[in-house]
């Protein structure tokens, strides 16, 4: 049976892989306000990609789509609101989000708290932080380190990945004839992003996998200085990491072809980077993108996200890595457009 799954959760998916049984979201207690067990390691679960996995989805408002209409009015997600209508807040989840672009040195602190909703905007960490909370007897820590208008091809791309050579067709700007010309693509640590082969590359100021470099390097510094951002630790365990991206790569045909090879990559270099070899991983598909109406550069892209969760085609990590169909978890609009800042989408892949 194929690890794919269309109307479960991100989290369901880390639930199955940890032995547990998952809860619908009607069915989550509220928190019990208590803290964790914290002579138990911090189980450490990573959210990486592009803007997909920032805080997009809005709180306030009156109208469908936003936090409040959901809880108030259509009185979804009743875990997410105590007796006296405030929002709740999980003593056992440590919300934490660090951001730069490119490498190390420009960083910034955007989230060090309990997860509880502060500010106009909500991401997928709420979801995934109650079913955590609610599932583990160990303290959780959801730490994302992600920047949006990343591609995985380029930005993000991660080490052991190879340039290769891509055929493109362009149009000749005197004769407006459309020829074939092939290119090379950046493999890790090279620039430019691409160069007609048989001419040389001229470097620029960014490099083939920087924010990947710089994406963990920020998460490992969260670790080191663990107590900083979660009082009380005494170790941490990566007990899985999660990934929603694709979005910036469907507008290059070179970087959406070698998607899925790109993803088998990530996966092996977070494990290494992490030294987290049993970790599980978890990939969301772009909401918008259906099965059945895929094509160009969106059908690659969302093929590449099934297949590697797909025992027959990359039995090395069957049992270990799992694909959520987010499809029909969306509420409308697009990943560009970061699905019209419904909250309902955030909550439902979360």
Known sequence: MKNQLGTRSLFSLFAMTLITMPLLAEQL????????????KVKVFII????????????????????????????????????????????????????????????????????TVSGGKIGIEMGIGHQLGNALDEPVLILKSAIGNRSLGWDLLPPGSPSYEFDIE??????????????????????PLSW????EPMPIGWKAG?????????????????????PGATGYEIAGFLWWQG???????GHAAMYEKNLVNLI??????????????????????????????EKLILDAMLAISDPEKHPSLSGQVATVYTHPLSMGGASNGHYGGNAKTYMNVG
């Open 48 to 115: 990486m990609g592009q803007s997909n996995t920032l805080e997009m989805g809005k709180v306030r408002g009156d109208k469908d789509g936003s936090l409040e209409y959901a809880t108030n009015t259509e009185n979804l997600y009743p875990f997410m609101v105590d007796d006296d209508g405030n929002w709740t807040k999980r003593l056992d989840v440590r919300n934490v989000h660090v951001m730069g672009s490119g490498g190390l040195g420009k960083s910034s602190v955007k989230r060090n708290d309990w997860l």
């Open 210 to 230: 920087v924010q990947y470099d710089g994406d963990v390097a920020r998460a490992k510094d969260v670790l080191q200085q663990l107590t900083e951002f979660y």
């Open 268 to 297: 092996a270099a977070l494990r290494q980077d992490f030294d987290a070899p049993n970790a599980k991983f978890v990939c969301a598909t772009l909401g918008q993108t259906s099965k059945e109406n895929a094509s160009g550069n």
């Open 247 to 253: 979005d910036k790569d469907r507008y290059n045909a």
């Open 170 to 191: 362009v149009k000749d700007k005197q004769t407006k004839q459309v020829e074939t010309k092939t290119y090379i693509y950046a493999g890790y640590g090279q620039t």
């Open 196 to 199: 007609e082969k048989g001419t």
């Open 29 to 40: 207690p509220d928190p019990d306000g208590q803290l964790a067990d914290m002579t138990k």
